[in-house]
């Protein structure tokens, strides 16, 4: 049970961290960073704790049931390499944290950065540690949709919109491919359980159905890690802030693509369609970044395209299907990680004080900035390689691989190509330093103001460059058991002798890294030249292919909707509404009596006047429809009728929401209208308006037909029994139909309040932009042609608004109290609050009411989904199913004895989404007309 706890507590602490950022989204930045770092060092204990055990052989897991019919399973487990992966995601993370609290300039949005990175960070822990392949793809997909959010960060900026879309376009059509993948791959293994699927490597490689598996599984990790030819989009998400760059480029995102070519190591590698395509894609890849790296000017460029050369190395020595080769790959990721983010630290940390990234512009900056200097040469030298640094080492392991594979049936092809591309990275990791920090300066203006910042910055980066540098000094006792470890959990077995050392005496590995050295310092010396023979060569844009690719597919597309669907929406609705009339005629033509054998109850005098109130209301708003107001109040007369409906059949509770919703609708939608033209245009012909009605009333006698039918007839078993039976023993409450809601079908509830919560954030998205461009001046057009009340607030109106406030807060917090028990709740309840707050909005105008607001409606929606979902984990802490109630009698002096259920905070989420909901829709459309005005001032003095 403490383990399942631990593992739990390691998931959850990211996400919690997110929401309760999001919550305090006006605290200060060292409130936001310290949630933040709190979580990543909280993780990183909690991950301690399990390292030994892990290292030592155990491996910690824990199961809950979630979907079982799907075989989808909140599965849990730290192996070896997960606990190294998590260990780099919290790590890092840590330091990225830290860095982003100084780096970030002021009036940043510290809250939605660090509420993203944690998201992030979640998502990545999430895929880790999976132990259900369905909930890795549940996390995937997480990952690609926070990266999204960081990438996009500064939303002012085109080039970072456009780097998150591009991302997300790569990454998200790479996961629909494995989401294919894995599905097949569970399929053939026989369980979507990850250890059972690892156990199972032979009865996969035998299938059928491996190669399109493989090229499905292959398709979505090659576009996570960018590779070629995907690896377009990581040097255009190069636009999302330092911080990010660091934290994408060396222990998340691109290196999710590896860690599941590895974690599928045992299952899918051995083959002679896997060793070439992965090897061959990963050697492709390590080439061209490192040759395109070397050209680039821009400091986080040359750094992106470097991490696409170093990630193309890693997924060939995956490729090889060797077991040393997995391990030199596992040496290189510890590597890799270390020197990349502290490079992007460093590269962050230069234009901070100089303003620029552009290489051209920049040089001599050791004297100016020696600490940063320092940092930044030892990583770029892990980066190319050189002894006595970590990167050496895995170099070496790399080389020292190589000969063993015949690509193409040609034994040196492999090490003439990888000692290439190790070339072309010692070139751009030396040229990196060399034209940064070392020579004349370029330029006297970035120079003015360089100097080292204070060690809240460049702290960090030194941790990792230590961690290089140690990597390399005494890389047995820092990292020899855990490469060890790791080693066995990706190949499946017992791990094979190493020495991870920097000296094997001379030998082919040793010889070739020579080769790469002398040949990377004649590409710096000779640098100028290629330089101007590579900016002649006028290589195609990848992201220009990109956009046209999608401008193409996206104007076939949309070809292809307007020819299979009509752009009108009255069309459509006729078409929808004709094959439903013609799906019931068809039902009907099947026969059969249409009454049945139940008794028919008599039509008292007042159902019969609220029937033909509830006619002529329908008939009214059809014939009266250009009328906007007055349609409002007919409207309004149909929701009363059906709500004394429900009081007349002894439904309190629906009676409740109904009218509650009754009038919250319509005082919405009276501000709605002041948005819109006094009288609508006519939308249909008269042939059109009796089509229309023709196809209306026979569906509605149909539809009338059916219910009579179902009315007549005896209804058979009913579930009812049993809810009026348990809902006191079970749920705690005498209010059936509230138990249902919060107890019985809590899960329905949880997902609908979600749901209304989106929907909430869905009309605050739709109407942000209403009051500028054109729809803003169709906005102003509107108001000018009306008529205005010389007295904008009515005395009357607003001194009866002040005294109806607190009654209606005192009504609303009784219906809460009471609806365990008798006819009320938490949804009935925050309408009658909001509907107290929407008075007060009518009354004193949007201006005066908001001014007085004291809470966010985005962090009411926020903390009510939050409570709903920590009520429902609440319990199954506590070993019961997710969302089960507890209840119990209490005493208290003076007050008695009284009842406490759990359902109550599930009801208190319930309540804060819905208010919230209601309050964000109606900010939203009390103050787009003073957003529209200020727009048309702005634009007038732009004029002028």
Not at 199 to 212: F, Q, T, W
Not at 559 to 572: D, E, Y
Not at 589 to 611: E, F, K, M, N, S
Request: aromatic share 8%; proline share 4%; hydrophobic share 55%.
């Amino acid at each position: 049970m403490a383990t399942a706890l631990t593992l739990l507590a390691l998931l959850a602490l990211p996400f919690v961290a997110a929401l309760a950022i999001a919550l305090l989204d006006r605290a200060g930045r060292a409130v936001h960073s310290g949630v933040a770092a709190a979580a990543s060092l909280g993780g990183l204990v909690l991950l301690a704790t399990l390292a030994g055990p892990v290292i030592a052989g155990e491996v910690p897991s824990a199961r809950w049931l979630w979907v079982p019919s799907l075989g989808l399973d909140l599965s849990l487990m730290v192996d070896p390499l997960g606990l190294m992966f998590a260990g780099l995601i919290l790590g890092i993370g840590l330091l990225v944290v830290i860095f982003g609290h100084f780096y970030l300039s002021a009036g940043e949005a510290t809250g939605r950065f660090f509420a993203s990175l944690m998201l992030f960070q979640g998502a990545m822990l999430g895929i880790v540690i999976a132990g259900n392949v369905l909930l890795l793809l549940v996390f995937w997909e997480m990952t690609s949709l926070a990266s999204f959010l960081l990438i996009g960060f500064w939303q002012h900026k085109p080039e970072a919109r456009q780097g998150a879309r591009m991302a997300l376009a790569v990454t998200g059509g790479g996961g629909l491919a494995l989401i294919g993948g894995m599905v097949l791959l569970g399929l053939v293994a026989g369980s979507f359980d990850l250890s059972t699927i690892l156990a199972r490597g032979d009865i996969v490689r035998s299938s059928a159905l491996y190669p399109v598996a493989l090229g499905l599984i292959l398709l979505g990790c090659f576009t996570k890690s960018a590779q070629f030819p995907f690896h377009f989009w990581l040097p255009h998400a190069m636009a999302a802030p330092t911080p990010v760059s660091a934290y994408l480029h060396s222990a998340t995102m691109v290196k999710a693509g590896v860690f599941l070519l590895a974690r599928l190591w045992p299952v899918l590698s051995g083959t002679e369609i896997y060793t070439f395509v992965v090897t061959t894609v990963g050697l492709t890849t390590m080439i061209f970044g490192a040759v395109v790296a070397l050209f680039r000017h821009d400091l986080k460029s040359i750094l992106a395209y470097s991490t696409i050369s170093q990630l193309g190395m890693l997924v060939m020595l995956l490729g090889f299907s060797l077991k040393a080769a997995a391990l030199a790959a596992v040496v290189h990721i510890l590597n890799h990680a270390a020197f990349k983010a502290a490079l992007f630290m460093s590269a962050g940390i230069v234009e901070h004080e100089t303003g620029t990234r552009d290489i051209r512009r920049l040089g001599g900056l050791a004297k100016a900035m020696p600490i940063t200097a320092l940092i930044a040469t030892l990583a770029a030298a892990s980066m190319a390689g050189l002894p006595p640094l970590g990167g050496f080492i895995s170099k070496e392991l790399m080389l020292y691989e190589t000969p063993k594979l015949a690509l193409l049936g040609v034994p040196w092809l492999l090490p003439v190509l990888a000692t290439l591309g190790a070339t072309f990275s010692v070139g751009y990791s030396l040229r990196l330093a060399a034209h940064l920090f070392f020579g004349t300066p370029r330029e006297a203006e970035p120079h003015a103001r360089a100097h080292d910042p204070g060690a809240g910055m460049w702290g960090a980066p030194a941790i990792l460059t230590g961690l290089a540098v140690l990597l390399g000094l005494a890389p047995m006792l820092l990292a020899g058991p855990l490469v060890g470890a790791v080693t066995a959990a990706v190949i499946g077995a017992p791990t094979p002798e190493f020495d991870l050392a920097l000296w094997h005496g001379v030998n082919l590995a040793l010889i070739l890294s020579l080769i790469a050295v002398a040949g990377g310092a004649l590409l710096l010396w000779q640098h100028k030249a290629l330089q101007s023979v590579w900016d002649r060569t006028g290589l195609p844009d990848a992201k220009a292919l990109f956009e046209r690719t999608f401008a193409f597919a996206d104007y076939w597309v949309r070809k292809g909707l307007v020819a299979t669907h009509t752009p009108s929406l009255q069309r459509m609705l006729l078409a929808t509404f004709g094959v439903v009339v013609l799906l019931m005629i068809d039902g009907a033509q099947a026969g059969g009596v249409l009454t049945g054998g139940r008794a028919l109850l008599p039509a008292q005098p007042v159902a019969v006047i609220a029937w033909v109130l509830l006619i002529a209301a329908t008939a009214a708003v059809v014939n009266d429809s250009r009328n906007r107001l007055r349609v409002l109040i007919y409207v309004s007369v149909i929701g009363l009728v059906v709500s004394l409906a429900f009081v007349q059949f002894s439904a309190p509770d629906l009676a409740l929401t109904q009218i509650s919703v009754e009038v919250v609708t319509i005082l919405l939608l009276l501000l709605a209208l002041n948005l819109l033209p006094k009288r609508p245009p006519l939308l249909s012909s008269a042939p059109r308006k009796w089509r229309d009605g023709a196809l209306a009333v026979a569906g509605g006698i149909l539809v009338g037909g059916i219910a009579w039918a179902l009315l007549t007839r005896d209804p058979g078993p009913s579930i009812a029994a049993y809810h009026l039976a348990n809902a006191k023993s079970g749920g705690g409450g005498t209010n059936v139909v509230n138990v249902i809601l919060v107890d019985f079908r809590a899960f329905d509830t949880l997902g609908e309040i979600i749901v209304l919560g989106i929907a909430g954030l869905g009309i605050y998205a739709l109407l942000e932009t209403t009051a500028v461009g054109e729809a803003g001046s169709r906005l102003r057009g509107w108001r000018e042609d009306m008529i205005h009340s010389p007295e904008r607030h009515p005395t009357m109106l607003v001194a009866a608004s002040r005294i109806v406030l607190p009654l209606t807060l005192t009504v609303g917090i009784y219906l809460f109290l009471r609806g365990h028990n008798q006819p009320g709740g938490g949804f009935i309840a925050a309408l009658v609050v909001a509907i107290a707050f929407l008075i007060q909005y009518l009354a004193a105008g949007f201006d005066w009411s908001h001014a007085r607001k004291r809470f966010g409606e985005h962090q009411l929606i926020g903390w009510g989904v939050l409570t709903a979902m920590a009520t429902g984990l609440g319990s199954v802490i506590f070993g019961a199913n997710f969302l089960t109630s507890t209840f119990g009698y209490f005493y208290l002096p003076l007050i008695g004895k009284f009842e406490l259920a759990s359902a109550m905070l599930f009801d208190t989420g319930v309540f804060l989404t819905v208010f919230g909901a209601v309050m964000l829709a109606l900010a939203q459309l009390s103050h787009i007309a003073q957003r529209a005005a200020r727009a048309a001032h702005m634009q007038d003095e732009g004029g002028a």
